[in-house]
């Protein structure tokens, strides 16, 4: 069932916090309880199937798009879009909004993303997980989640969902720095300090996710050198190889719906 997670109170443990604190993880306490009526308000439970992929009735194709900052997930993200008809969800755009849409706990994520320290699951994955139900597509990119293996547990534990395959592009420090101190998009976490403390957290946090997919076979490396385009030369014929398999499994399902 979707409406599996009802309570914070087991994420809320003063131990738990000040471990995930150590993590760079912001400590849970300091967020209002998001499964109350602010994001899980307008989610209706929906069964799933008995593998858990089942999604409004359709099986969601979902990627993952990891990588440091600066790596070029989200300009990728866009020219997936264009070839491949996938809706972008990026996880830092939702959290962002939510800072700008001056909700109740806003300002904490804005603290937290100064810091370049990673949001609370419960946060962002409620936040995926609605513009996920309140999409018509069935193919998502998931773009800068999971950052860390508390993040990952918690997606697959509140969608019962798993990804299909993990993008990873793979990026030197330095080409990552170059690249976010000239984005120019007014971000607060854009400047040399947040960048150093974001760089040791995705290498503490988010190294062992891409470890976890590469253990399962999911994982796709993407050399994050080069032009925009020439990196999509590489992302490419991953899309194109499960491109009929999945029109295939929905068209599939759709049928049997009918
Ligand atoms: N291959 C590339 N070569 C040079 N600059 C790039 C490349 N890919 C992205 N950029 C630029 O680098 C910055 C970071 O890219 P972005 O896609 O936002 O990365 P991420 O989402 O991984 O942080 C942006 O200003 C973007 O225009
Ligand atoms: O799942 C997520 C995604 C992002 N963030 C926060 O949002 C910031 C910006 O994330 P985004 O993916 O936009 O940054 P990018 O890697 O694209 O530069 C991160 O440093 C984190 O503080 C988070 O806490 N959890
Ligand atoms: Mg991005």
Known sequence: MWRRVTSLSSLISSKRSSTLNQMGIEDLSAFPDVTGNSIGQNVVAREVG???RFFKGKTPFITFVLGGPGSGKGTQCEKIVE???FTHLSAGDLLRREIISNTEYGAKILDTIKEGKIVPSEVTVKLIRKEMESSDNYKFLIDGFPRSEENRIA???ITEADPDIVLFFDCP???MV???LNRNQGRVDDNIDTIRKRLKIFESLNLPVVNYYSKRGKLYTINA???ADEIFEQVRPVFAAHEDHVE???VQEAWMRF
Do not use: H, I, L, Y
Request: overall charge negative; cysteine-free; proline content about 0%.
């Open 50 to 52: 008995k593998d858990g």
């Open 83 to 85: 070839n491949f008809g």
């Open 155 to 157: 997606f697959e534990r």
């Open 173 to 175: 420090e330095e080409v």
């Open 178 to 180: 170059k690249r976010v």
């Open 225 to 227: 050198v080069g032009t």
């Open 248 to 250: 295939f499994e929905w």
